[in-house]
């Protein structure tokens, strides 16, 4: 099978995962007590108000109806409008222009800020992961190998807001280096931009980096019984030579396996970091829109979420290909 | 933060202390113009607009009506009501025709002149039928506008109401330009001290000194405010803590000793109306036998509740919902105890020897709620009554549980007059009237007090009020929750903070400076 009819084949099945997902999204958040009109209301809620916004949001018609007309749009590419604005519209007049606009425009700055936040993460994590894995192969069972294994472990293990109140502990308020506020908007410089997202980098940095530099320490270790490595060694080559030029290259496929996981993870896992941070990133504004029941926008989050799984598990399942001569070319 | 305490900054500390205590107070300094003053509010949300009719929580009063718009009348810090559109005012004697001479050579934003119409135009969309408005049932007693001249509006009222000039103060009700509402609301134009210069729904928003305000001098001494979205208590506390934000509002009871320890920050807490309630519902059995509600009123221990929900941060309520920061407000009515003797007493009388209650309560109606519960439980166990608190999601529990259980927790800001207050939630036919208590002698002088001038007369109408509401009213208040915010030492305020709302009737902007 061709690497391009596993991709399709993929996609299908990843459109198929996506129209699941939606379902179950929305019916989720039906099944959440209150709606919308009832969550911006609040206490000065009346009945004859929440009607009225229902009506004018269409929150009284059937659900399947509802489900329905999203699914046309989403299909199309159309989102909709948020129920903010579609509130908004009705309350002001139709052709009031606000901030919102259309989901989407409402979305893909908070998107972009996420997949900063990121890739920042990556540039930071991913380098250090890897080399702590190999480091730690290389002089496996060493005392560098078990303070690598039990420090990384101990920081996967603590939730992520402890490690970001640690980390703000320390590196905010103990020694004010680095601002507890990630406050990022437009027109900020990007040095400023770093700055700010320094500190959420950082908590997400402990998070992932157990979990990649453990599974290349493994994949590595695993390789070393191999009767190449074993030829290699004979050879004389020096043991780091052994396993960057050797076992490294095979031992690539798991290792981007998990790389690309992680990165998923940190575009849909970031939730409570943004809370923390007051990172105005995609997580932040899908919390928000959960707690007003603003559904459009809670379902293309969630399309975001699930197509980045499924990309960059995608994406993983190709790299491992293309990293693998023996499943590059086809028998 | 550095913990140690060099020599150098200790009397520098001290040499400003003392510099203080000589001065009396830093409000007695002319206050100074400039700054980007820093908020980190809670209270905002992606749903967030500028129309000022469905404003409900902190961060958008801040920016609405504490930056961008303006109102007939203000609250000022002191409590007293002045003008800010308007000049004056004055009334027929029944109270029922109000005539208010506005301001001249005031601008909007966008250079559109203010003038009579624009007031009528935006008292409009509270008054009109099927109006919007969360601020409807305040302004609902407005018959006839009248444009008298440019700068003179006329009310007529359905009945005659003295507290009119205080309705108006609302942060609903902003002045808007006539003629392009929808524009204004859309992008936030008023004629307040600052104007939008950015706005990002439940995220940040910036406002700038708007040059041509016709009181640049003295309202809004700020360069620029920028409010930041900070949901998390702990990261709102941390943004203080650090100095990543001059001023925040909600602080968490449990962080007041440490922040009270930074030599940065000062806590900012006043006594105002804001009380917590359980109301009942008086149509409903058991609740509409007086001896009940009186056995319960008894059977709450509302300093305990102090103590422990509040962390002492609150004052002990008396079951009428008038606070510290109301004109009238009878702070020497008996206080009702807790007293399990008393409870029985009336238990006795009811004819209820074994009475077993559902209380509903959820994080929702107000922080603390549940634990509340909790020890109004305990302490109605020893006065031979049961209750089972059952915890409610906070979720939708305005709509589901409040005002559809029989009892329930609540919250209440409170109001700045004592009408506006009872007629929200105690007046029958209002929507609010969360305990529905039916009490004739209450109902009449309520009608009575509104239309009353004089104010010796008033103050017996709603010190009686207050003493019938205590005694037999459907509503347990067990404390008054005080305002808790915290701001940098670098700014300066008046030598009163306003208790009507946070952050100084959340007019922080307009009225604070940096010294």
């Known amino acids: ?331 | 933060m550095n913990n140690r305490f060099s020599r150098r900054t200790l009397l520098q500390t001290s040499a400003a202390a003392g510099l203080l205590s000589t001065m009396g107070m830093p409000a007695l300094a002319a206050p100074k113009h400039g700054g980007r003053l820093r908020l980190g509010l809670a209270g905002a949300n992606t749903s967030d607009t500028w129309d000022s009719r469905t404003h409900s929580d902190n961060y958008m009063i801040n920016m609405g009506a504490g930056c961008v718009f303006e109102t007939l009348t203000e609250v000022a810090s002191d409590g007293s009501l002045k003008g800010e559109l308007a000049e004056s005012w004055e009334a027929t004697p029944d109270a029922k025709v109000w005539t208010f001479n506005l301001r001249k050579g005031v601008k909007f934003h966008n250079g559109k002149s203010f003038g009579a119409d624009d007031v009528i135009e935006s008292m409009k969309m509270h008054v009109e039928e099927g109006a919007k408005s969360a601020a409807k049932p305040i302004v609902s007693s407005v018959e006839e506008m009248k444009k008298l001249s440019d700068n003179q509006v006329q009310f007529t009222l359905k009945s005659g109401s003295a507290d009119f000039p205080y309705l108006v103060s609302d942060y609903h009700i902003c002045i808007f330009p006539a003629g392009m509402i929808a524009e204004a609301i859309s992008k936030g134009i008023g004629t307040g001290p600052y104007q939008v210069v950015s706005f990002e729904p439940g995220v940040r928003t910036l406002v700038k000194k708007y040059e041509d305000h016709y009181r640049a001098d003295t309202v809004g001494y700020f360069a620029e405010v920028e409010a930041i979205a900070i949901a998390d208590a702990s990261a709102r506390m941390n943004a203080m803590m650090t100095g990543q934000v001059d001023a925040v509002n909600r602080v968490d009871f449990k962080t007041v000793p440490l922040m009270k320890a930074n030599p940065n920050v000062e806590i900012i807490e006043v006594t105002g109306n804001m009380h917590n309630v359980f109301p009942m519902l008086c149509k409903m059995e058991p609740f509409n036998n007086v001896h009940v509600r009186q056995a319960l009123k008894h059977a709450v221990n509302r300093q305990e509740m102090v103590d422990k929900i509040l962390l002492g941060h609150g004052a002990i309520g008396n079951d009428h919902p008038i606070g510290p920061a109301n004109q009238y407000y009878a702070g020497n009515l008996p206080q009702i105890q807790y007293d399990p003797d008393k409870a029985k007493f009336h238990m006795n009388k009811a004819g209820m020897g074994n009475l077993k209650l559902d209380l509903h309560v959820s994080e929702g109606a107000f922080a603390g709620a549940t634990d509340a519960g909790q020890l109004y439980s305990n302490s109605a166990a020893k006065c031979g009554i049961t209750i089972n608190v059952i915890q409610e999601p906070a979720d939708g529990y305005w709509s589901n549980v409040w005002m559809k259980k029989p009892w329930c927790a609540s919250y209440w800001s409170g109001r700045a007059t004592e009408d506006w207050m009872f007629q929200t939630a105690y007046e029958s036919g209002q929507p609010w009237n969360e305990a529905g208590w039916e009490n004739e002698r209450f109902q009449s002088l309520l009608k009575q007090g509104r239309s009353e001038l004089d104010s010796a007369k008033r103050r017996d109408i709603y010190t009686e009020m207050q003493s019938l509401c205590s005694q037999e009213g459907g509503t347990i208040i067990p404390m008054y929750q005080n305002y808790l915010d915290a701001a940098s030492t670098k700014l300066a305020h008046g030598p009163k903070v306003g208790n009507l709302w946070m952050l100084d009737n959340s007019r922080i902007s307009k009225r604070w400076w940096f010294a």
Request: glycine share 6%.
């Open chain 1, 1 to 331: 099978m061709g690497i391009l009819s596993i991709i399709i084949k993929r996609l299908g099945l990843g459109v198929l995962t996506l129209f699941l997902v939606s379902i179950i999204i929305f019916l989720a958040v039906n099944m959440l007590p209150g709606d919308f009109a009832q969550a911006l209301l609040g206490q000065a809620a009346t009945p004859e108000a929440v009607a009225a916004i229902r009506a004018d949001l269409g929150l009284d018609r059937p659900i399947a109806n509802r489900y329905f007309d999203w699914l046309v749009g989403a299909a199309r590419g159309d989102f909709g409008t948020s129920f903010a604005q579609a509130n908004f519209s009705a309350y002001v007049g139709e052709n009031s222009s606000s901030n919102y606009g259309s989901v989407a425009t409402q979305l893909a700055p908070r998107f972009a800020n996420t997949v900063f936040l990121a890739s920042v993460t990556a540039v930071i994590a991913i380098p250090i992961s890897l080399a702590i894995g190999i480091l730690a192969a290389l002089y496996r069972y060493s005392i560098f190998d078990r303070v690598a294994n039990v420090s990384t472990l101990t920081s996967i293990s603590s939730p992520e807001f402890f490690v970001a109140y640690i980390l703000i502990l320390v590196l905010a308020v103990l020694n004010p280096l680095l601002p507890s506020l990630s406050n990022i908007f437009d027109g900020m410089s990007f040095a400023e931009r770093l700055e700010k997202t320094l500190l959420p980098a950082l908590t997400l940095t402990l998070v992932v980096t157990a979990h990649m530099m453990r599974m290349t320490r493994a994949a590595i270790i695993n390789l070393l019984a191999s009767p190449y490595i074993e030829m290699a060694r004979l050879k004389g080559l020096s043991p780091f030579r052994v396993i960057v030029v050797h076992a490294l290259p095979n031992a690539l496929a798991p290792i981007i396996n998990v790389v690309a996981l992680n990165l998923a993870y940190l575009i849909t896992g970031v939730v409570v970091v943004e809370v923390v941070f007051v990172y105005p990133g995609i997580g932040q504004l899908f919390v928000d829109s959960v707690k007003i029941r603003d559904i459009p926008v809670v379902q293309a989050c969630c399309m975001v979420f699930a197509s980045a799984y499924i990309l960059l598990n995608l994406l993983a399942d190709i790299m491992a290909i293309l990293s693998n001569p023996r499943l590059r070319i086809p028998k």
